[in-house]
């Protein structure tokens, strides 16, 4: 990394925009609440909507669907060879076999972190993101800074979620500007080798298979 | 089109801002319009000419506003576009114009299924044999198009390697505007740091991004 002033990766000194903080006032709630409850009267009364089916699609990934699903998928690979060995290789397939699939992870692609490779998934473009194994994204995924860079500085993205990677660790950025969906399957941390899967699947969180954090084993 | 939403590579925006225990809606008409969106807005246009709208949007109104905001607006813009809703009815929630949808609204006992099963974009249509293959040297093309296109503009111009052929996809920059999905291949090509940050990035590092045929040449 070179030491040269302005271009020191990892170093972002610039604070968050207070442009971008987002919040919304009561009043400003208030008018987005009407907006919306007159588009909803009128998709359902042109028949689009059912207001049974918005709510039970909304509960659906409220309740249904999180990391826990992926988390799942990573303690099998981790327990697994031969599942590990079919999920890189066709990451949609082994992933149905556990009765995850669907929206947004019709094409799943998953990539492995090792002591010399640390993925990290952005999408540059939007927002797009592996719902199916993660569900919907947090904010700060679908927002500019992160958005912006984890391609150019993933490193110093890496810093702020507390990862220090030496550089002859290889970051690798995969930007999901297709429908290609990507997931991390994080290392398996020492001294989990007692531990059962689905013990192991609770210690793995959602930042960890963004590529954001390392698995922790609790003490 | 050249737009704020393509962020890939800017730094002016500041350091990731993170919400601890993040709700998964923030209010109650986030969720009703991510219901809505989802069970609506596959029945007036397609989820690339979506993303296209979102991409129209004002571009200081887009950075100002929320994700879900970003939802509305463009379900809003399509509705009016397609002839479904006029501007009058949005703004005074009351139906004036007939017509709507020909088919029923999906009903809720559907979800399980719709969500489950997801909207593959591969196809066994169009353009089959990928014109490159993995290890062949590429340039992504300086496109600038006035409309949807997936070509990330860090990437325009660069030189890469075809990592993996995805097989072949919905083509968006022309499904995005009502000219059809006229597949072709997807590659994931990867790019050196050095390549597309030049000579202060990290040596190791790479970037890898997912681009249709039509947007490579060979290199």
Known sequence: ???EPGHEHGRHNAPPDPRLEKHHSPEQTQILEERVQ???????AKGLVATETLEALASTYENDI????????????????????????????AIDELGISGLQGEHMVVVENTPSVHNVVVCTLCSCYPWPVLGLPPTWYKMAPYRSRAAIDPRGVLHEFGVDLP??????????????????????????????????AKLVTRDTMIGVARVEVKS | MNGVHDMGGMTCYGRVVREEN???????WERRVFGMTMLAIGRIDTLDAFRHAIERMD?????????YEHWLAALEILAVEKGLLTPEELASGALRSKGGATEPPLPPEAVRQVVAHGAPCDRNTGRLTPRFAPGDHVKAKNLNPV???????????????????????????????????????????????????????PRKDSLRVDLWEDYLEPA
């Open chain 2, 22 to 28: 993040e709700p998964r809606f923030h209010a109650h």
């Open chain 1, 167 to 200: 550089e002859s660790v290889e970051v690798r950025v995969w930007d999901s500007s297709a429908e290609i969906r990507y997931m991390v399957l994080p290392e398996r941390p020492q001294g989990t080798a007692h531990m059962s899967e689905q013990e192991l």
């Open chain 2, 59 to 67: 571009p200081t109104h887009y950075l100002s506003s929320t994700y």
């Open chain 1, 66 to 93: 999180g990391p826990m699903n992926g988390a799942r998928v990573v303690a099998r690979a981790w327990t697994d060879p031969a599942y590990k060995q079919r999920l890189l290789t066709n990451a949609t397939v």
């Open chain 1, 1 to 3: 990394m070179s030491a």
């Open chain 2, 147 to 201: 409309g949807h296109t997936r070509l990330p503009r860090y990437a325009r111009g660069k030189v890469g390697v075809i990592d993996r052929v995805h097989g072949t996809f919905v083509y968006p920059d022309t499904n995005a505007h009502g000219s059809g999905e006229q597949p072709q291949p997807l590659y994931c090509v990867r790019f050196n740091a050095l390549e597309l940050w030049g000579p202060h990035a």
């Open chain 1, 38 to 44: 007159k588009l909803e009267a009128l998709l359902v």
